[in-house]
């Protein structure tokens, strides 16, 4: 069955720092990758995606991933965050060719302090 | 981008009775919507796929009598929690695909549902 791990539970940062969380995930056959994000009181919103192609995908402000196929990874980057990033991040997966049905990770809480 | 919504935003129930919730897309049609439940504090969870002029398909484990899922036309899909008991408190999110056989989600907003 497909999982997702997502390794940071809660992460507290300052302003300007730069983010790395980690996603792993389980699955054999070929993947599509999304991160979403969850701003308090909002709906999920999709910051980027992979289906194929180029590895390190950008997506909207200023947030990046890598896709590692050797390690079943899709972190996500950013390099300098500000406070209004605080939110909760999701990595899910879902099988090529049939992505409604995503597997979330657990979430990651993102505290940004000014 | 596209627009899901969700109504009602959250609903207080008794126990023994049932809720029904609706997510609409607002400016495309879906012929397949997506209903998910979270968890506080935890993640997202599938629980079945909506199908306009078809019967749901549920995952593993989501009891179809229960949560009973009706897809009555292009924009327009509801759950109705019936029967409701407090372990069936829960937010209640849904998805829809903006061009069918696309792989972006759009989500409503869900719906926060509170069974006493």
């Known amino acids: 069955a497909q999982s997702v791990s997502q390794h940071n539970h809660h992460v507290i940062l300052s302003e300007a720092a730069s983010l790395e969380l980690g996603c792993n995930y389980s699955?054999?056959?070929?993947?599509?990758l999304f991160w979403y994000v969850q701003y308090p009181g909002q709906h999920l919103q999709l910051l980027l995606k992979?289906?194929?192609?180029?590895?390190l995908v950008k997506g909207i402000k200023g947030f990046e991933a890598e896709f590692i196929k050797s390690k079943f990874s899709f972190n996500l980057r950013k390099p300098s965050v500000q406070w209004s990033d605080t939110a909760e991040y999701f990595c899910?997966?879902?099988?090529?060719?049939?992505?409604?049905?995503?597997?979330f990770g657990q979430g990651t809480t993102l505290q940004v302090k000014p | 981008g596209a627009v899901v919504s969700q109504h009602p935003s959250r609903v207080i129930c008794k126990s023994g009775t049932s809720v029904k919730i609706e997510c609409r897309s607002l400016?495309?049609?879906?012929?397949?919507m997506f209903w998910y439940r979270q968890f506080p504090k935890q993640s997202l969870m599938l629980m079945a796929t909506?199908?306009?002029?078809?019967?749901?398909?549920?995952e593993q484990g989501v009891e179809k009598d229960k949560f009973l899922i009706n897809h009555a036309s292009l924009t327009l899909s509801t759950l109705t929690v019936t029967s409701a008991h407090p372990e069936d408190s829960s937010f209640y999110i849904c998805?829809?695909?903006?061009?069918?056989?696309?792989?972006?989600?759009?989500f409503g907003p869900g719906t926060r549902l509170t069974v006493l």
């Open positions: 899910a997966v879902a099988k090529a060719g049939n992505t409604g049905k995503l597997i």
């Open positions: 998805s829809a695909p903006q061009r069918a056989g696309t792989d972006t989600q759009y």
């Open positions: 909506s199908n306009e002029g078809s019967k749901a398909t549920y």
């Open positions: 400016d495309f049609q879906a012929t397949t």
């Open positions: 699955y054999g056959g070929t993947v599509n």
């Open positions: 992979y289906f194929s192609g180029d590895p």
